[in-house]
């Protein structure tokens, strides 16, 4: 399966800023996905990010709050825009390197974010 | 929208027990997914399930996949303490769609 190197593995960041997250897979794959996972909560979809074109939203997130880049097959950022303590959260990148059944989902180790 | 619904939300076991859990639906899935997560890690996939009624091992876990469609249960068997952690069900209506996870249930094991 694909392995994911996600970072940063966690980050402490001040309300109104942004952090950016990084995914870098070790091979080339079609889907790659950005969940949210609060705490005590389950994963939620934020985003698929498609290469050379716009990510796709699932309801509740939108683009400016979270812009996503996917420059190639093997990358992709997430960008956690004016932060506040409510994005307190993890990140999981996903990438589906199967064929669409759900098996071939492997995610990264998530990027646990605290805002204060 | 759709929703996986797994309890108790924690279970707490003694060291050599089995232990079963369920995940329903109130919709029709057509494949199933249970994963473990690890303290600081991602969900790690244990069981991938494809079919109405199928019932596949891995090692010492065994899932099924319901007759309905609506439903899956995950069993451990003779549990360790690595077996600690967050398991999610989740389900997937057709191949390239999203996946929806249950919100997980946090299994403790006694030593």
């Known amino acids: 399966s694909a392995v994911i190197s996600q970072k940063p593995s966690r980050d402490i960041c001040q309300r109104g800023t942004s952090l950016t997250i990084q995914c870098q897979v070790d091979?080339?794959?079609?889907?790659m996905f950005w969940y949210r996972q609060q705490p005590g909560q389950s994963l939620t979809l934020i985003a698929t990010a498609n290469q050379g074109s716009e990510a796709t939203y699932e309801s509740g997130f939108v683009i400016d709050k979270f812009p996503i880049s996917r420059p190639n097959l093997t990358f992709s950022t997430l960008t956690v825009s004016n932060m506040s303590p409510e994005d307190s959260s993890i990140y999981l990148c996903?990438?589906?390197?199967?064929?669409?059944?759900?098996?071939?989902?492997?995610f990264g180790s998530g990027t646990r974010l605290t805002v204060v | 929208g759709q929703q996986l619904n797994q309890s108790p939300q924690s279970m707490f076991i003694q060291e050599g027990e089995d232990v079963s859990m369920n995940c329903t639906s109130s919709s029709i899935f057509n494949t199933w997914l249970w994963y473990k997560q690890d303290p600081g890690e991602g969900p790690v996939l244990l069981i991938a399930l494809y079919k109405a009624g199928e019932l596949t091992s891995n090692g010492r876990l065994t899932a099924q996949f319901g007759i309905t469609r609506k439903d899956s249960f995950l069993n451990i068997s003779a549990s360790i303490p690595s077996d600690v952690g967050i398991y999610f069900c989740?389900?997937?209506?057709?191949?390239?769609?999203?996946?929806?996870f249950g919100k997980g249930i946090t299994l403790s094991v006694r030593p």
């Open positions: 989740a389900g997937q209506e057709g191949a390239n769609s999203k996946l929806t």
């Open positions: 091979s080339q794959v079609t889907m």
């Open positions: 996903s990438v589906d390197a199967g064929s669409g059944t759900g098996s071939g989902y492997t």
